[in-house]
């Protein structure tokens, strides 16, 4: 698969979601819809890794799937506020190189 840029998915999800009437939902839907999705996600990371195990007739879902979830709907809330993620990302990046360059133990490349 083809590596996508934050600016191509963007678009893509502007394409999808410029088909209808309703357009983006508010931010404050999109806040409620990304808390549900996060939800969903902490469930099946329980389910794999904590001591909750899913009865039997539970559907099958993924954290990758979850995830991803919560990418889409990370990317309306962008677009409906008309944030660049790409630039956001660079701004995060840049916070946590500066403010955070030596807050963790940084594995050493070089013999001891």
């Not at 404050?28 to 996060?38: F, G, I, N, Q």
Request: with cysteine; proline share 2%.
């Amino acid at each position: 698969m083809t590596e996508r840029s934050l600016k191509s998915l963007q678009q893509e999800v502007d394409a999808y979601i410029s088909q209808f009437k309703e357009g983006y939902f508010s931010p404050l839907a999109l806040m409620a819809r990304m808390s549900e999705e996060v939800g969903e996600l902490a469930r099946e990371v329980n389910h794999e890794f904590g001591p909750k195990r899913k009865k039997a007739d539970e559907e099958d879902s993924s954290i990758a799937l979850e995830l991803g979830d919560i990418l889409f709907i990370t990317i309306c809330f962008a677009n409906s506020l008309g944030i660049d993620l790409t630039e956001a990302h660079e701004k995060v990046m840049h916070k946590f190189n500066t403010r955070d360059a030596n807050r963790w133990t940084k594995i050493n490349t070089d013999s001891e």
